[in-house]
């Protein structure tokens, strides 16, 4: 099977950066586009110090540059869950990005660049594929959601502790009522606040 169209994608605005997304349905099992380079061989000190984010080592000996601008599957991200795969043959010195699912017109295209790169570029800045960012938004609306609980225990505890201060000042004030009632006929109601009418009738 012949590789897609290159009117089958385009380069566009990814949440990372730059992406490489579907402009037709892709089928599942379709040979999209070739990830192609200088060939490097380890064996050679000049290849063997280049460094950049772009190489796909194909096996001990060799790895393909893929920084090269003409490498258009070079704009393509990583996905932790994605809908395409890297077919890599190490006799051919040859690796395609096929799909692995049915891929929607906008969407974007995307293969797992595998343990090594993760633990190397991802990991210390936080994976942003979708998969990540969907985990992420989880665990942060788990947070929200246990700390709303708490809040809203300590708010129970508060009120619970308020009720049992309301029923304790009751309780005191009923106490108090009892014992100062006694005072009141021993002559200190002329202590006590004249009521409104008392007053209206004194203004008067
Ligand atoms: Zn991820």
Request: with cysteine.
């Given at each position: 099977?012949?590789?897609?169209s ?15 997304f579907?402009?037709?349905p892709?089928?599942k ?5 070739r990830?192609f380079g200088?060939l490097?061989?380890?064996k050679?000190k000049k290849?063997d110090?280049?460094?950049?984010k772009y ?5 001990d000996r060799?790895?393909i540059?893929g ?9 393509i ?6 809908n395409?795969e890297?077919?890599?043959?190490p ?13 929607e ?9 595998g ?22 938004a989880?665990k ?6 246990e700390?709303?609980?708490?809040k809203a225990k ?23 009522k ?5 005072k009141k ?10 009521t ?9």
């Amino acid at each position: 099977m012949p590789l897609l169209s290159s009117k089958s994608y385009r380069v566009g605005r990814s949440s990372t950066g730059l992406g490489l997304f579907a402009t037709q349905p892709i089928k599942k099992g379709t040979k999209i586009i070739r990830y192609f380079g200088p060939l490097l061989d380890s064996k050679n000190k000049k290849h063997d110090a280049i460094e950049n984010k772009y190489l796909f080592q194909l096996n001990d000996r060799w790895t393909i540059d893929g920084s090269v601008r003409k490498n258009v599957a070079r704009y393509i991200n990583h996905a932790c869950k994605p809908n395409a795969e890297s077919d890599v043959n190490p006799r051919k010195k040859r690796v395609i990005i096929r799909s692995i699912r049915k891929i929607e017109p906008g969407e974007e295209i995307n293969y797992d660049y595998g343990t090594e790169y993760f633990k190397a570029y991802l990991k210390p800045i936080g994976c942003k594929c979708d998969a990540c960012e969907k985990k992420r938004a989880k665990k942060k609306a788990e947070a929200r959601a246990e700390k709303a609980a708490l809040k809203a225990k300590a708010l129970r505890k508060a009120e619970k502790l308020a009720e049992k201060a309301l029923l304790a000042r009751k309780a005191a004030k009923a106490l108090g009522k009892k014992k100062a009632a006694p005072k009141k006929k021993a002559g200190k109601a002329a202590v006590s606040r004249p009521t409104k009418a008392a007053r209206k009738k004194r203004a008067a």
